[in-house]
Antibody, heavy 119, light 110 residues
């Protein structure tokens, strides 16, 4: 059974950073992982994703300057770090396995991590 | 403002057929495969349709997808109460070099 397990909820101050983990062992090491967020009562928003074939990451233009997506193969864990947080970053953040990095082919998802940004 | 346009809501009675539309442009739907996700509130999205009209294993054949030009549609026949959820269309966008989503359609089973 494929499983992606994300870290727990976080409360952050404006201007700080958050790092969300997504553990999936073999999945993380062999597959591309995408990150998608959902603000309260809003729709889905793609943030970016890893491209293992080229050892690179593709970021949505909106997040390019403050988002870092990484993976630790030794622990089978992917990470999403978002910096310079504002209340507008309050959302549930999801990781998902991406079967094809040229399309939004997300077949398995983590359970989501709620990040609240508030002073 | 989402790049892909969906109606915010749709509804139907049990047994009915409902269709959800998704409109885009030549840089996304017009040249790329469309995917659909179902999300029950409070849970993670699940893959409902891939490559325009392909159902993943486990998705009932009551669900069907289609694409024509720069628009796509998701049809649900024999509507059931458990189909009540939010539905999102999505595709790659060549102009943005990234994934774009529709705003989502909330389906209510009356």
């Amino acid at each position: 059974q494929v499983q992606l397990v994300q870290s727990g909820a976080e409360v952050k101050k404006p201007g700080s950073s958050v790092k969300v983990s997504c553990k999936g062992s073999a999945i993380i090491n062999r597959n591309a992982i995408a990150w998608v967020r959902q603000a309260p009562g809003r729709g889905l928003e793609w943030m970016g994703g890893s491209i293992p074939l080229f050892g690179s990451v593709n970021y949505a233009q909106k997040f390019k300057d403050r988002l870092t997506i990484t993976a630790d193969e030794s622990t089978g864990t992917a990470y999403m770090e978002l910096r310079s947080l504002t209340p507008g970053d309050t959302a549930v953040y999801y990781c998902a396995r991406n079967l094809d990095t040229s399309m939004p082919y997300f077949d398995y998802w983590g359970q989501g991590t709620l990040v609240i940004v508030s002073s | 403002q989402s790049v892909l346009t969906q109606p915010p809501s749709a509804s139907g009675t049990p047994g009915q057929r409902v269709t959800i539309s998704c409109s885009g442009s030549s840089s996304n739907i017009g040249s790329k495969s469309v995917f659909w996700y179902q999300q029950v509130p409070g849970t993670a999205p699940t893959l409902l349709m891939y490559n325009n009209d392909q159902r993943p294993s486990g998705v009932p054949d009551r669900f069907s997808g289609s694409k024509s030009g720069t628009s796509a549609s998701l049809a649900i026949s024999g509507l059931r109460s458990e189909d009540e959820a939010d539905y999102y269309c999505t595709a790659w966008d060549d102009s943005l070099s990234g994934v774009v989503f529709g705003g989502g359609t909330k389906l209510t089973v009356l």
